[in-house]
């Protein structure tokens, strides 16, 4: 039988929440300080980018360095690079694609484009002084064929033991998934444009 918190007296939920925290406690107490993460926020739904960013603006609240390289966004200037102009001195902001792949049509030069950016990406990942680096839409590179996951992973292999890499796009292959720390997957539920035909918007989507 399930007990539902609201039919609790209120000693009974008081213990009840004195045993919650003292696990959770137990298990913060037996937990590393601290661990360099490769995070993944793959799936259908939006928010992949948006909620990399949010970790973005954690790691330079603190004061740490950062750099965004975004792969296949390129051809525009999206609002957040505007937004986060307050942190120019501790943040690098490359976009290395030239627009999404329907726009641009053209396997060859897109692969050329992604693999230049990986290029460019390995020197953020390496670089100590990096806390954290987001490699945004990398995922879809990898789907659609531009960049191998065992190339990806074994960039991933030389990061400094303390920095973060996040890597989103739909459709994160299962080899970096089984890799990766914290793997997020957006569902999407209901969408505006396929509901209701509604374009992207300003705020919403750039």
Known sequence: MIIMPNSLSDEQYKAKMQRRKALQDERIAAAKAEKGLIIVNTGNGKGKTTAALGMVLRSL???????????????????????????????????????????????????????????????YIRDPD???????????????????VETVLAGLAEKPEFNHVILTGRGAPAALIEQADLVTEMTMIKHPFREQNVKAQPGIEF
Not at 87 to 108: N, V
Not at 130 to 148: F, I, R, S
């Open 130 to 148: 990096y806390k954290l680096v987001l490699l945004d839409e990398v995922n879809v590179a990898m789907k659609l064929g531009y960049l191998t």
């Open 61 to 123: 609240g603190h004061g740490y360095r950062v750099a965004i390289l975004q792969f296949i966004k390129g051809a525009w200037e999206p609002a957040e690079k505007a937004a986060f102009d307050p942190w120019q001195d501790q943040l690098t902001f490359l976009a290395l694609g030239e627009g999404f792949t329907w726009e641009t049509q053209d396997r060859e030069r897109d692969t050329v484009i992604a693999n230049s950016a990986w290029e460019q990406a390995l020197g």
